[in-house]
Structures are given as structure tokens and as C-alpha cells.
């Protein structure tokens, strides 16, 4: 900490992240349950990766999109779990401000593009089962590429702008973090200038990155529900519906715990309950979207058996 010159504050250069409480024997369990989920989201992510690129019978739009996805979890859950993972092991809770800043980015750059992401694939849900006979030319490897790619690059300046006005804050006084993990709006609480224009600017950031994205895959299923109602044969809604059911599931998870977070007066909601939210969204999402794929996917299982089975034909 600094004293600033002129003004009896005290300018933060740290901040403590006070995450699950400082009960000594719950930071082992905490650790090695982390640890754990950690290693399934990589196991799990890493597989889904790894089957898409081997099996060509999966070298299709939709799991092109699910492979994206997959390596975007990894990154997504690596921008919080190392340091809560370092934090749990060590006792070590404090972080600096330009690390907590850094981490508010780029947590905000993988949240942004699975905003993004997921309304691309709700957009490829839509054509396959809205305009199945067009499918084929509305949706290719070219566009499915320029799809993720286009998600990931327009998540950066939005962030960045961000991120940018975000350096630009003084924290002062008080440097305890209630969280685990260094989010936007607890930092602007700590701040001691004036932020109702940044936050203001950051509303209108998160209508291109969040809100916009958010209403796409509404209205993709609107149409896509309605379509299948339209089926006359029980069979034909049951096939339609399998199609999308996977990502129709991660979407509602997603989208509704970030409502929850983000959306929900704070006054409404403990910030114990608040945290448990934001473990299902940053931490347990990430490792289930993977068995999700897994267990209601066929061509997924029937490619996992594949490899099973050639491992263990190898191993004999």
C-alpha cells in the first residue's frame, strides 16, 4: 500500500481475495476438490477434442462448433482455477492489482466468446433443423471457421476497452475482495473515483458481447421448438429434437445461472449463494458440457467406444 500525496487515502497495490472463508481444515478438501474438477474439465475437454479430430465421421459443422467449445473451456476454467488452486494450497489469498485486473480480462474474453459461441451453434441448430435441404450450403467448414474465429476476435475489443478504462481507477482504503476469483463489479466497489460513467459504458459493452448473443439463441430456439411441433410423426420430433437437445441443456445451465449472477438485484441474493453460483458457472459448466456431448450424443459414444476399443486391442 501508498500513501497518495495530497489526500488522506491509502492507494491499494494488492487486493485480498477472501473466496470460501479462512477455515483452516475445509482448504485441503477445498484444494483437492478443486483439483479434481480441474483435471476432469481438462480429461473431458481435451477428449471431446481429440475424438472430433480422429473420427471423420465427426468432421461435420456441429462438432467443429463442440471441439471449439471444448478448447474454450479449457481456457475459460485455466483463467480462474490455477490461482484459486495456488491460493487453497498456499494460505496465499493476496493478488496483485495489475494480476487482478489481467484476470478480470481475460476472464471476460472467454466469457464473451462463449456468449458468442453458443449463439453461433444455436445459428447451426437452426439451419439443420429450419432449412435442413439448405444446410449444407448455409453452413460449411469455411463458415463454421469464420463463425469461432469471428467470436473470438470480436470478444478482444470489447474486453479490452474495458479493461483499458479499468486501469484507469484508483483503489483506495479497502482491499478485501468477497469472491474467489477477481470479477468486474467487486472491483468497481473497491474503487474510491466516481463510476457510474463506466459503468454505464460497461451496460453498453455487454449488449454486443452478452445480451445480443443471449436473445440469438433465444429466437434460434423459438423457431427451432416451433419447427419440431410442426413434425407430424412422433419419430420425426423425437430425431429433430436429439439433435439440439445437448446444446439446447448447456444453454439453459449457462444462460441461467449468469441471469442469476449478473441479473439478480444484489440486495436479493447472499453472496454465499452468489458464490455458489458463480462455482457452477466459471468452475462445474465447464466439466460437465463435455459428458453432456457424451451421454446424449450417439455419433460421440459410438466414436468413444471406437477408440476404447482399439486402446484395448492394443493393450492385447
Not at 28 to 37: E, G, V, W
Not at 95 to 123: D, P
Not at 144 to 149: E, F, H, K, P, T
Not at 275 to 302: A, G, W
Amino acid at each position: 500500500m501508498e500513501k497518495e500525496e495530497g489526500r488522506n487515502q491509502t492507494l491499494i497495490m494488492e487486493f485480498i481475495l477472501l473466496g470460501f472463508g479462512d477455515e483452516p481444515e475445509l482448504q485441503p478438501l477445498l484444494f483437492l476438490l478443486f483439483l479434481l474438477i480441474y483435471f476432469v474439465t481438462l480429461a473431458g475437454n481435451l477428449l471431446i477434442v481429440v475424438l472430433v479430430a480422429a473420427d471423420r465421421h465427426l468432421h461435420t459443422p456441429m462438432y467443429y462448433f463442440v471441439a471449439s467449445l471444448a478448447c474454450l473451456e479449457t481456457c475459460y476454467s485455466s483463467t480462474i482455477l490455477p490461482r484459486l488452486l495456488t491460493s487453497l494450497l498456499t494460505g496465499d489469498r493476496t493478488i496483485s492489482s495489475k494480476g487482478c485486473l489481467v484476470q478480470v480480462y481475460f476472464f471476460g474474453v472467454t466469457a464473451t466468446t462463449e456468449n458468442l459461441l453458443l449463439a453461433a451453434m444455436s445459428y447451426d441448430r437452426y439451419l439443420a433443423i429450419c432449412h435442413p435441404l439448405r444446410y449444407a450450403a448455409l453452413m460449411n467448414g469455411r463458415v463454421c471457421g469464420q463463425l469461432v474465429a469471428g467470436s473470438w476476435i470480436s470478444s478482444v475489443p470489447l474486453c479490452t476497452i474495458g479493461i483499458v478504462f479499468l486501469f484507469q481507477l484508483t483503489f483506495c482504503d479497502a482491499n478485501e475482495i468477497d469472491h474467489f476469483f477477481c470479477d468486474f463489479a467487486p472491483m468497481l466497489r473497491l474503487s474510491c473515483d466516481d463510476t457510474q460513467i463506466l459503468q454505464l459504458l460497461m451496460f453498453i459493452l455487454a449488449a454486443p458481447g452478452s445480451l445480443v448473443p443471449c436473445l440469438l439463441t433465444l429466437v434460434s430456439y423459438v423457431c427451432i421448438i416451433t419447427t419440431i411441433l410442426r413434425i407430424p410423426s412422433a419419430t420425426g420430433r423425437q430425431k429433430a429434437f436429439s439433435t439440439c437437445s445437448s446444446h439446447l441443456i448447456i444453454v439453459t445451465i449457462y444462460y441461467g445461472i449468469v441471469i442469476a449472477i449478473y441479473v439478480v438485484p444484489t440486495a436479493t441474493m447472499s453472496q454465499i449463494l452468489r458464490k455458489i453460483f458463480s462455482v457452477f458457472y466459471t468452475v462445474l459448466t465447464p466439466m460437465i458440457n463435455p459428458v453432456i456431448y457424451c451421454l446424449r450424443n450417439k455419433e460421440v459414444n459410438e466414436s468413444l467406444r471406437k477408440v476404447i476399443h482399439k486402446l484395448t486391442a492394443v493393450g492385447h
